[in-house]
């Protein structure tokens, strides 16, 4: 939501965006948006814990799980963590709020908490795994947005880039 307010006072010319398939929150007429990268969210859980030798997760069974947060709660896997656990009955809790990665992945290795999060986004560096839910999370939708119209031909050049190259590998950032 910061890119778009900084979008429409002209401060910028694009941005990143990171939106949910199931409830897109920046489909308005005002913007341009072009996908760059589509990718299933998944639960990130300590790669020593009984979650992770699971096929897939359950939220049904996750009612006491603390989750790390999003500073924003506007973030769209803390989207979709609320519509989830709405949709099972229970206010999902909350560990702390943080956008750090590597304070995430810190406190789900120590078996803290779970995470919402992607294959990308993992870092496989430390102790934790992303397993697949049960429940359908949706997809996280990485898109270069402008606004409609006439742009700036640096954005239109680093659309053009972006938009040009091969989304990456599972195994490379």
């Known amino acids: 939501t910061e890119i778009v307010r ?3 006072s002209g401060e910028v010319h694009a941005g990143l965006i990171f ?19 589509t990718e299933p969210y998944g639960v990130m ?6 979650w992770a030798s699971r096929d897939s997760i359950d939220f049904a069974e996750l009612r006491e799980v603390p989750w ?3 500073r924003s709660n506007d973030e769209a896997s803390d989207r979709v963590l609320r519509r989830v656990g709405q949709s099972l009955g229970y206010p999902v809790r909350e560990l702390m709020r943080t956008d750090d990665l590597y304070m995430i992945h810190g406190l789900v290795a120590e078996g ?7 294959d990308a986004a993992i870092d496989h560096d430390f102790d ?14 990485v898109s270069y947005v402008t606004r409609r119209g006439a742009v700036p031909p640096a954005a239109a ?3 053009d880039i ?6 990456p590998a599972a195994d490379r950032p």
């Open 68 to 70: 790390v947060f999003s």
């Open 45 to 50: 859980v300590a790669r020593n814990s009984e």
């Open 128 to 141: 934790v795994v992303l397993r697949p839910a049960a429940q359908d999370l949706g997809e996280r939708h």
């Open 157 to 159: 050049w680093l659309g």
């Open 19 to 37: 939106d949910v398939s199931v409830e897109p929150a920046f489909a308005v007429p005002d913007l341009m948006l072009q996908r760059l990268l």
């Open 112 to 118: 803290l908490g779970f995470a919402l999060s992607t």
């Open 162 to 167: 972006l938009l040009s190259r091969p989304a």
């Open 6 to 8: 900084m979008l429409r």
